[in-house]
C-alpha cells in the first residue's frame, strides 16, 4: 500500500474531504497540520504557495484541492462505476463547491455587517437554490434511499457531510436542511457510516 502524507492547516476547509476518504477507507496517512503561525515561512517552498497537499511515497506531490479529491475518490472506489455515475459526482461536487465558496467568502469577511448580509444571502438565497436541486438530483437515484449517486457512499456524499458542517452553521441556519427531507435523511445516513462516525468523533475539534 502507498504511503500517504496529507499536509493542510489545522483545520477542516480543503482538507477534511481528502481526511474523510482516508477515514470512510480505513487507509492510514500522515495528517500533517499546520499552525498558522507556522504558514508564513513554508508558503515559499510549497509548489503554489497554497495547502493542501498531498505526497504519495515520499515522491509524487499532489496539488489542487479538487484534483486531490478526484483522485483518491478514484483510487478508494468512491467516484462511481462508470463514466455517467462519475459524472453525477462531478455535477454534485460542484454544486456543493459553490455553496462553500460563497459560504467562506461570508464567514471570512472582516466586515461584520458585510459578514452579516452575505451569510443571509448564502442562507436565504444561494443555498436554497441549489439544494432544491440536489433534493430532486438525489430523487432521481433510487427515490432518494441510499446515496447521491449509486448505492454506497462515493465522494459526493462526502463532499456534502463536509460542506453542511458550515452551512448548517449554529445559531443561524441550524435547520437549513428541514426543506430538503431527502437530504436530511442522506446526511444522517452518511454521517452515520460507522468509520465515517469514528473519524467525526476523534478528530481534532477546529472552528473551520
Ligand atoms: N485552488 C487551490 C486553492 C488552495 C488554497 O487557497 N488554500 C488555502 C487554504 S484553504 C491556502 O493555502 N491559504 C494560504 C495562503 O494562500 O497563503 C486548491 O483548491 O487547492
New binding site residues.
Given amino acids: 500500500m502507498p504511503s500517504y502524507k496529507l499536509t493542510?492547516?489545522n483545520g477542516r476547509?480543503?482538507?477534511e474531504p481528502i481526511r474523510l476518504m482516508f477515514a470512510a477507507k480505513g487507509v492510514p496517512y500522515e495528517d500533517n497540520r499546520i499552525e498558522f503561525k507556522d504558514?508564513p515561512q513554508m508558503?515559499a517552498s510549497t509548489p503554489?504557495?497554497?495547502?493542501?497537499i498531498l505526497e504519495i511515497n515520499g515522491k509524487q506531490k499532489l496539488?489542487?484541492?479538487?484534483a486531490?479529491n478526484r483522485y483518491m475518490a478514484r483510487e478508494f472506489g468512491f467516484y462511481g462505476k462508470n463514466n455517467m455515475e462519475s459524472t453525477r459526482i462531478d455535477i454534485v461536487t460542484e454544486i456543493i463547491a459553490d455553496i462553500w465558496s460563497k459560504l467562506t467568502d461570508a464567514i471570512f469577511e472582516k466586515d461584520e455587517a458585510k459578514k452579516a448580509k452575505q451569510l443571509k444571502k448564502v442562507f436565504t438565497e444561494t443555498g436554497p437554490k441549489k439544494l432544491e436541486f440536489l433534493e430532486k438530483f438525489l430523487g432521481e437515484n433510487d427515490g432518494g434511499k441510499s446515496y447521491f449517486v449509486g448505492t454506497s457512499i462515493t465522494l459526493a456524499d462526502i463532499d456534502f457531510i463536509h460542506v453542511m458542517s458550515y452551512y448548517l452553521f449554529p445559531g443561524q441556519n441550524d435547520n437549513g436542511l428541514d426543506k430538503y427531507p431527502k437530504l436530511k435523511a442522506l446526511l444522517q445516513r452518511a454521517s452515520a457510516n460507522e468509520k465515517i462516525a469514528a473519524w467525526i468523533a476523534e478528530r481534532p475539534v477546529t472552528q473551520f
Fill in positions: 493542510y492547516f476547509g480543503r482538507g504558514w508558503k503554489l504557495g497554497s495547502l493542501p496539488v489542487e484541492s479538487k486531490i
